[in-house]
């Protein structure tokens, strides 16, 4: 059978293709179909690569035009004009539209390079070692990265210690009451702590790996207010819910807050290109040439690619459509998911949502809707404390129609196993 | 002017730019252009990552069709199509022919998220923490492979302690009559050396970065006899002078010695491609599920791209011409090279060479040749400590004639530095 | 003159001859004499260490039979009849009475020593790595005591990363209405807190040089239970207010639970001789011998006054004795001090007390009170954050009389310097 | 019986009482006595505390005295007479004839934490974070100087990462040929070495516990040379062959250098009372007040002992005594001990000689010899790798007659295991 191959020669590491058991093929927009022909929902949008689609028309036609006139392809740090393209795009469409005065550090092509990155360049600026992270953030699998990553079971497949961060619940937690910021202050004015002041503090604006987790804007003030008061750097990764996927570019811009380091990746090249960016304040920009760098950090066809993005972000006007389409996820969630079981909540904003099953009582329960749903045709993925989120996630260009028959499969697929949760409990 | 916009806006990290002043555009074969027409021979190849040339023709058809077919672009590590077409010809071409029973797994598209995911299974395996690494080594830029490499400027852009690593002398070192392996194992033997049993042993068979240090095959040959001796996991990054490089597919069949892991990427995608792959033995696979992750570990351009690339590197035998290619640079460089100063050394295989220049009383002098090369249409590199040595690396796929003419440029740069340097010295 | 040796030829980081400024020759009980006569009442005790007074006459004349008798002074950890006796003492005085079941270590005579190998213990049974400590803790200034010790200056002072420890706030704390025991539950509890299990918690009942803060014993009730269900172990650091302080001998008796570690260090030789011990639940005693080791571990002179000092402790009924100074001390600092100024609070327990001087508006206030009391005749140090807080350690055995001078000669420092606050206030 | 106490109630970590299987009482000189009358020679001298034999006269009459005028016994760092008079009298006798110009820090009475102590200053001073140590050295078993310390066990018992010190072979070491100073050159000049330089190198002239390696005097010299010319501390650990026991005060005199930093503790007090010292170059002083301390720092009994022995050493002309020993000794072993089997070896210096098994093939045989020693009379102790040296260290004021007696003993102990191995393999 045409698996085999796959379980015999593929490393134990392979974790999708597990929940997602077909061999795939073809993609467009938000649809994706495997090699026998079975066509799926797509509610997961690459976790978060896809934003404008599978194979998106517009950028896949430059891309064609540019691989076909042999333009260049691999360019390290060299100067290329698809480089020049993107930042003269970049500055023009995002950056100066919102007064953002960033410099731009091309990084290894990953979302973990860039992240750690910004840890050294934070570290190096400041002259100081640790890292204030918070509880439920996912940040990349690199050991730096992974040192600012909260999950226990990723961290100890380190195999050594992480160490110089320090952890702290996040805006939404399950410790009810905690007031992160004022804890945070308190550390900090408190020479007998035992912990020292940080390089920097990072954070994601929607703990997304977390489990759809969404700091109040108000928080992120204080956030921003605490770190300029104590000279601590500030680093959004935007990496995951960046690139339009709240409805703004920057997920941050829902705060009116500036940070002093964003990261990007996943859906920056827009057509599912590795490459990401790091961009710092100007006065934060002191790297020595070549001091951190990377075989694939000149990935011209994904410049190509995002430059492509840019301008069909803007042209179809996608922030308007996001928040058009955020309505109508959050109408169908509060009116048909949450009726199902009483035990259910749910956030989310943009285009991002999460429907939480921490308190149904069922350990199983996400991983059974997740299978339900593949069943009938929607891919979707859990995430989470014990997986007990199911994370909606589908490309921001998505047909209504797809975004309604997706967010029909997960009702069912709750109403379906709930009900046998509930019926089980009858009987017991 | 044209370059404006990267002074201004681009991190001031960039460097090859600033050796290689010009902004390029099209690229094909060893020939790159610039962007006002200027024609350049290459021999830096893209650190290693364009083995097979400039938008090699043959890959650059299959990746066309795939793109134009709406085939699936970013797949995580779901399975696709894309995916068993290039384990298929993995094991077709480069396993089964030389009895390598390995396992794969798809890692983050960069060598060093390659680095890193070997340093963690070895880790998990054997529940030691320590690595052996090399002086002279290079692994890459995030925390766990900067910590097996030996840069010491590199390192200190981490800001923190890099631990769990010991350095020991390279096969080929400053320093004289150092045998490492007998002190490898004097350190393993005493339970007075301070020194721990590590997890692993991580190598190159050629320290490209290094300044094209070459392991002797006996040495190799000792180094997997003394890892298998006390059970220590023997890594090889392969991922500079791989796929080709030195002749052979795998730089280690020079030594007839099998490394129970191996690190491939930069050539691996054939194209420039970021892509990485992790070869294990199948016993050591003992990864859980997800347990080391990555956005674009199924970057599927890549795939098609490797598959061509394995199709095209078989087809044309490279290993054949490789070595053809070999002996006449061989040739050159004892002849025209050598000759032209007493104090030149050089050493190499297959299509990695190096013009060693530490001999040579004048610290600038191989930027100069560097900046004389790039001024009469050759690009190249300088490497090593204090980057006196300089590094010839062109595609594989070559011309002869381009391989002379850029061969020709080096020496009357060369000629032209050196003598400078005479002249100045017999005025003094 | 007669300090210029010191000042030449002792090291910068000498201390309290800086606020106690006189040579010093004899002392007996709770006096202290200087070379020129001056008399001072003790309100120190050598930092806990003379809690049964300088020269106590019924240890005194132990030591000096022993040492007249040619007996064994230094035997490292070999069977003495000295260290017999003083296990036999110590089991029938203080363990057996209290149905305490432990083991006892004989660690390298210092305090520090003795947290060095309970945390080497607790990582050794439990196979993790990581310790949680609390903030205003102090355990000492060797590296792995260090690392488990607050005070960021003190930290600092390692020049290198002090990792493996987590802090939190502790049962009194700068930071109102903060759950410490709560938030440990719910960081224990969450695969994503970042934060993994710990080998141990280490906690003081009363953080004496963090500033007299005061455990509740329902605090240290829920610590235990919690350490309990989570199999943490738990060790007190008894070694400043242990040995009688705080009335019982142990300082936990306060709360009626029973850490799995205990050390003791201080006051046990009874005459400020090195000594200290790691009381242990016998299934954790997982040693092998002479893996934690000290040329000092067999002190003889210091078994002989600790065997002693256990005598003269039961026999002078000091744990009533102490009650009864207690009662006076709260009196006395309730009345004539708190009336002092409305900023000023107080805490203690048995005879270790606290006058918290920090919501005083004068940075210097207390530094002025030492000074104060120092030229009145009175040796007592400040403690705590931004040392804020007079900190009250007489002797146990300290005549009535003396107590009361030592009270009233506070007082008077208090007055007198508070009031010069407040006339420049009115001034300003 | 009497020895159920303590294999009921003190910890398995108990070690030298498991070879020395008796209760002790009385000591004096190079004699020390069991409960049951068993006499012993001691070669051993409390593993090097009691240079000056057991209960020296004249340093007991002094202590006594002190006692007896309720004089200060616990200082803190305090000024005091005791103090003043033994920085008198080591400046005096030690420092100003040898025209040393250190500066005295009182550490806390262990060698470990003058160990601490200096790694923690060497640090500050430097600002780096690295040590160079030497495979065989011991330093001490808290966590900083346990990471000095290269016995694989002890290390290990710590439960976590050791980090930041890089060892090195000593002087003499098991790997032949090995320059470690021309290593350690390169290692230095090399930018890709991956090695920092250190902040210091810490060493010592003669590694007892590593089974009395000695340094040659070129081999310091050279040490010191490297030091000098990189802006590294070196720091002398003399803990147990300073004080005499080489023959001169210092043992580093033999070699004619000047460390920066020395530490003493061991027999520094004369009379096995816990002290230690760290002398340091008087720039090097830059500890701000209190940044080291700890409780016994000033324990006045050791300073007492201390100024006696310092007279006691100059009275008795120790330093010609030991030179007229080590000949008898140096002349024993050659003469009476080699004979006894070609696989042994002998080094020592002053009064601390080694006789190494290691080429004899019997892994037990040392044991056996303490054993049998033990049974004769005399208590000596094996050290070294795999224990495999019987190592000699008797008071430096044994008489000689008893010298005698305990090489005879060892001559014997070894004559009668020796030929039963012998026996053994002839009959094999």
Redesign the interface.
């Known amino acids: 059978m045409?698996?085999e191959?796959?379980e015999q020669?593929?490393?134990?590491?392979?974790?999708?293709?597990?929940n997602?058991?077909?061999?795939?093929?073809?993609?467009?927009g938000a649809l994706?179909y495997s090699?026998s022909g079975k066509k799926f929902v797509d509610f997961f949008a690459?976790?978060?690569?896809?934003n404008y689609g599978?194979?998106n028309e517009y950028i896949?036609q430059k891309?064609?035009a540019y691989?076909?006139?042999?333009?260049?392809?691999?360019?390290?740090?060299?100067?290329?004009?698809a480089?020049?393209e993107f930042?003269?795009k970049f500055?023009q469409i995002i950056l100066e539209p919102r007064k953002l005065n960033y410099?731009?550090?091309?990084c290894?092509?990953?979302?973990?390079?860039a992240v750690?990155?910004s840890?050294?360049l934070?570290?190096?600026i400041t002259?100081r070692?640790g890292i204030f992270?918070f509880?439920?953030?996912f940040h990349?699998?690199?050991?730096?990265?992974l040192?600012v990553?909260?999950?226990?079971?990723?961290?100890?497949?380190?195999?050594?210690?992480l160490?110089?961060?320090?952890?702290f619940?996040y805006s939404e937690s399950?410790?009810d009451s905690?007031d992160t910021i004022?804890?945070m202050e308190?550390?900090l004015n408190?020479?007998?702590?035992?912990?020292?002041k940080p390089?920097a503090i990072i954070f994601e604006t929607i703990q997304a790996e977390?489990g759809v987790n969404i700091a109040s804007p108000e928080w992120m003030l204080r956030l921003r207010e605490l770190s300029d008061r104590h000279g601590i750097l500030l680093i959004c990764d935007d990496i995951q819910v960046g690139c339009g996927r709240t409805g703004p570019f920057f997920s941050f811009e829902r705060a009116g807050m500036i940070p002093d380091i964003v990261l990007l990746?996943?859906s920056i090249s827009g057509?599912?290109?590795?490459m990401s960016i790091?961009l710092?304040k100007p006065e934060l920009?002191?790297?020595?040439?070549?001091?951190?760098?990377?075989?694939?950090r000149g990935?011209?066809?994904a410049f190509i690619g995002a430059t492509a993005a840019l301008e069909y972000w803007e042209m179809n006007n996608l922030e308007q459509s996001v928040k058009y389409k955020e309505a109508f996820v959050r109408e169908y969630l509060t009116k048909q998911i949450l009726s199902l079981h009483k035990g259910l909540t749910i956030r989310g904003a943009g285009l991002i949502w999460g429907i939480d099953f921490s308190n149904v009582e069922d350990e199983r329960i996400t991983q059974k809707v997740v299978e339900e749903c593949y069943q009938n045709g929607l891919i979707i993925e859990s995430a989470?404390?014990?997986d007990s989120v199911i994370k909606l996630m589908p490309p921001l260009t998505i047909e209504l129609e797809l975004l309604q028959q997706g967010c029909s499969i997960i009702r069912q697929a709750i109403q379906e196993n709930i009900n046998k949760v509930l019926e089980v409990e009858s009987y017991g």
């Open positions: 045409s698996m191959i796959f020669y593929e490393s134990n590491v392979r974790a999708y293709c597990r997602f058991y077909d061999v795939f093929d073809r993609a467009k994706i090699e690459g976790a978060g690569a896809l599978h194979n896949k891309i064609l691989l076909e006139s042999d333009s260049i392809t691999h360019g390290l740090d060299m100067y290329t004009k480089k020049r930042i003269e500055l410099k731009i550090q091309f290894g092509p990953t979302g973990t390079n750690e990155a840890l050294k934070a570290r190096k002259k070692t992270a509880m439920g953030g990349g699998m690199s050991l730096g990265s040192a990553t909260s999950n226990i079971q990723k961290r100890s497949s380190s195999g050594i210690a160490s110089d961060v320090t952890f619940p399950p410790i905690f004022e804890y308190a550390v408190d020479g007998h702590s035992g912990i020292e390089a977390g990746s996943k057509y599912g290109l590795p790091l710092m920009d002191v790297w020595k040439p070549g001091e951190h760098n990377g075989t694939f990935n011209q066809l989470g404390r014990k």
